[in-house]
């Protein structure tokens, strides 16, 4: 039987915490899920955030850091934390100071798209291999940025070796760098510290199932979690995870269902829960199930843009013309600037057999957000209509 | 003799007040005061927000919206809080919305510059009057605009009217409304009210500094206002928005100074109020004080860009080719998208005798920033050394 009234009141800790030190995505999921469980009668008091010692040092630079972050004046944020002490004020530096470098490698490339290594934060190319391709981004800017990334890494490790307190986010940032940089393992074991240290930080749950190129490799290191550390791998976050990774690797075990039900006890009204279950159907081919959950998600939440372009892929499919259409009109009003609208509409163009058109939109979509993967490979099939078979190509490669 | 300890208090309140309801850039200059502030021996117990019950009801609701609203989904964060009862929620829910109506505004004209009305958020026109120019924005955009506004005005009014307690931020929202649609004496009065209950709000004084065209109807209110609440008119916070109308309206009084010394022994750090002595000796044109007044600046806030537009413009009639050159580098690196930057660097273009180049960048300054004034009077000196005297005489009326 799970602890509701304990739950509720660590959702909504992890939530404040989450809020003030700017991880504003890991913020929105954490405080869904908060809104998400079940009814309780009991009371709550809303505690504030307890500060420790160091923390308390730092507290009015923090906060004027985060209001720097806040109004996106990164280096500045930064500038202001250099003497601060604890490990949430050095986290809040260095990811300022990683949200900066992507910026601006976002900006150097002019926010436009290559064929070729992804521009904004690449791995480190291949020892030897001379690069020909013009629109590959030069070895000194990959170099200058695997630079200035390292630097971060290294700043979190002087933290540690001058006897610094374990800090969940910092753990979570070397993750990040480490996985963007496909050391795969250096990254697993950090972002797996960081969620034993702080497990409601669901972007740390994502960027750990992004580490799993094969199920069998998630499955291995379920089963070495559920051996190791039963209280870990039995709490509610390890399950959302599990959940999730079956959903994903398009596992259609009795077991995602018996989560599922589970799960959707404890959160009978949150979003994400649903969206798993409409992802599920969608990924068993059971298209009018899923249309029929996504449109009770749209019924409960009407703004919401999240997934969107996976369900108009599915319209697209089950050739639901007007439905894409108000679809496409919908979310540009709604946000004409979210890589799920720009999905929407390019699914909306290639049904009236508009791929150039279709085509300009797959692509805004990943320049506003370039893990859209699935748009990558949605634009191959636009350049297979097209007759652009190089094009096509190299689009199904980058989706992969 | 000021009560430090008791500012302090306050200012850190405020702050956390100001970050809780959005209010990210009121909430900077708050921050900034507070770490503005001369030393204080005495140590800081960090007190939470305190809610009240209406709050406490809409708590959930409220975190959630606001994670929505951080992520900029200014509609979603809207339609969450549609069953919220307390006066702040209310606030973040039409805040959401006024905002989601400028950024529409703004996309709907894509973004560019008309010379004609200024198309977002724009005045009603005058009856009658029929609109020929096929630049401004048509009867139906401004029409629909006002009447949504209108909406964000009653819906604050049916509030009071249904016995809401007064609050600070709804009154702030009206008073900039009534102050976009040129209704001066409404909008004055209902920002009044806003600083009366929370004076710490500093894009409200902003406002209403606005509203003041010439010299004198400010220091009639002034007045007024020191005959009437002398407790009001004698905080802090007045005195800050005294010191600044003596500096706007280039008012070259010993009351200025003798302003600048005292608030200045109360915020040694402020950097905000070094600014205003640098204006002060720029409006004065002692450009080799307020140079190194803006050096000193630079030297203890070296990532801070506001106010660079200023002394860039200083920096051009000085005549300062190398230090101009260096900060259009500078500023291009620290965030290529701010007015702030734009402006720089059309300076930069201009002394170089790039006149078309200046034009970009400035009307680039301005689709940042459309209320940056000093872009249009700067980019009518372009116009005239490209003779274009039609193009000169519209920029220099919209600098006004």
């Known amino acids: ?15 404040q915490v989450l809020s003030n030190i700017c991880l504003v995505h890991a913020a929105k999921w954490c405080t869904e899920a908060l809104n998400g469980l079940a ?28 209001t ?7 280096d500045r944020a930064a500038y202001t934390l250099r003497n601060c002490v604890s ?10 100071i990683y949200i900066s470098i992507d910026k601006r490698a976002t900006e150097d490339t002019g926010g436009m798209l290559s064929f070729g290594q992804p521009k904004s934060l690449p791995a480190r190319p291949l020892g030897g291999t001379h690069n020909r ?3 590959t981004p030069s070895r000194d800017l990959v170099d200058g940025l695997n630079g200035r990334l390292s630097t971060i890494v290294e700043e979190a490790e002087a933290y540690y070796n001058e006897g610094g307190k374990p800090n969940a986010f910092l753990y979570y940032l070397v993750g990040l760098i480490f996985n963007k940089r496909k050391k795969t393992d250096l990254a697993r074991k950090s972002l797996l510290r960081s969620l034993t240290l702080f497990p409601y930080n669901w ?18 290191f379920i089963e070495h979690a559920k051996i190791s550390d039963s209280s870990f791998s039995s709490s509610i976050m390890f399950r959302m995870f599990e959940l999730v990774l079956l959903q994903e690797f398009y596992q259609q075990s009795d ?19 649903k969206v798993q279950k409409f992802l599920f159907a969608y990924h068993r081919l059971d298209y009018y199930l899923a249309e029929s959950l996504f449109d009770e998600i749209l019924a409960q939440d009407p703004m919401r843009l999240d997934d969107l372009d996976t369900y108009s892929n599915m319209l697209y499919v089950m050739e639901k013309k007007s439905k894409l259409s108000f679809l496409a009109q919908f979310t540009s009003q709604v946000d004409k600037y979210r890589s799920e609208t ?43 209509e097209l007759k652009n078979s190089h094009a096509a190509i190299e689009s199904y490669r980058r989706g992969c």
Chains 1, 2 share one sequence.
């Open 39 to 66: 009814p309780i009668s009991e009371p709550f008091d809303f505690p504030p955030i307890a500060l420790d010692e160091d923390e308390r040092k730092d507290q009015f630079n923090f906060m004027l850091a985060r």
């Open 342 to 384: 720009c999905c929407v509409v390019a699914n909306y163009h290639s049904m009236k057999g508009e791929h150039d058109k279709s085509i300009m939109y797959f692509k805004r979509a990943l320049t506003l957000n370039k893990n859209c993967l699935s748009a990558w490979t949605l634009m191959g099939h636009e350049f297979v």
């Open 255 to 273: 077991n995602f269902n018996d989560q599922l039900v589970a799960l959707s006890e404890i959160f009978p009204n949150f979003m994400f829960l």
């Open 203 to 220: 972007s740390c749950w994502q960027e750990l199932l992004s580490t799993f190129a094969k199920y069998d490799e998630a499955k291995d």
């Open 133 to 135: 391709d013009p629109e």
């Open 87 to 96: 490990g949430n004020a050095l986290f809040l530096r260095l990811y300022s």
């Open 1 to 15: 039987m799970t602890d509701l009234v304990g739950l509720r009141l660590e959702l909504y800790n992890a939530s």
């Open 68 to 74: 720097y972050f806040n109004c996106k004046e990164f």
